[in-house]
């Protein structure tokens, strides 16, 4: 082992500004001391590798503390592969998932559901990211077409990739469509936390109770190191996920580490205080951004996302003083997010960094 003096050659050294905030992703912020302090408390000693440690046995009760007795809890290390493993589980050689042309697994996850899902993806264009039992029937057909790749699942996003919500009597209405086609319901929650706490419901509100088989549960844009859940809400109608998560890479050896972080953000509701700030944040700056002329707010602000349209030039200067993406570079469109971590001084700065911008 190295001695002291060794490591105080070899540690790492602050190389970022630990009080810059930005507006570009909920991914820029940095863990949530909590979830520090019980990766620290994971750590010493050992335990069984691949999910057989104490941690993740004792996350199956908390999740059956969230969503209902029964339920299956499979940590893996991304959105990505939550969602791949989650769809994977869902779907035939020969399967498709509808999904809205806005979902992440579309747009944002590098071809991954079909590449490495083997999958296809019908895609329908919402206006608000959300879809309807009337959306869903325009690919729901053609089930025995053995030229066309077979619809078995939807998918849904809560919160949506445009920062909008389903509440619990739309995400119901959804499934039980769904299941009447036979189809099974897969919802993508890596902002579940988001959703919960700007709903004020219990989450199993809008996914166990309303009819939801499979989901993704979100950690990481709240606060975690880097963790995921594939929560099988149903498992009628999943088999063999731990030989899926296996073979898409998502198996963590050492697990103990990703499941006591959903301990730590779950003990005394702190992942929902943390999207509740987040989401409050986002009121916030769009409350700011309605008084300044000449920028529109694309979306009602609904979580922690904030989409506005302005001049590109604005935008270019702006990104230079404050990070944040394009979402439609052509129209001028941008996308703001909140954080766990952002704060009411940390917004006023931006906004004024806006009028300011937007003056010249």
Sequence with gaps: MADAATLSTTAARRRHDPEARQFASDNYAGVHPEVLAAL???????????GEDAYTEHLQELMAGLFGAGVEAYPVFNGTGANVV?????TDRWGAVICADTAHINVDEGGAPERMGGLKLHTVATPDGKLTPELVDRHAWGFDDEHRAMPQVVSITQST??????????????????HGLGLRVHLDGARLANAAAALDVPVRSFTSDAGVDVLS???????????????????????HLKHLRKLSMQLASKMRFVSVQFEALLADGLWLRLAGHANAMAQRLAAGVREVDGVEILHPVQANGVF????????RRLMERHRFYFWDEAAGDVRWMCSFDTTEEDVDAFLAALREEMGR
């Design 40 to 50: 620290a408390v994971a750590n010493g000693g050992h335990q069984v590798s691949y």
């Design 86 to 90: 989650s769809l994977q589980a869902l």
């Design 161 to 178: 990739e445009l920062g909008t919500l389903y509440t619990p009597d739309e995400v119901r209405a959804l499934a039980e469509h769904a």
């Design 217 to 239: 549960f979100g950690a990481t844009k709240n606060g975690a190191l880097g963790g995921e859940a594939v929560v099988v809400l149903n498992p009628d109608v999943v088999s």
């Design 308 to 315: 506005a349209r302005l001049p590109h030039e604005v935008s």
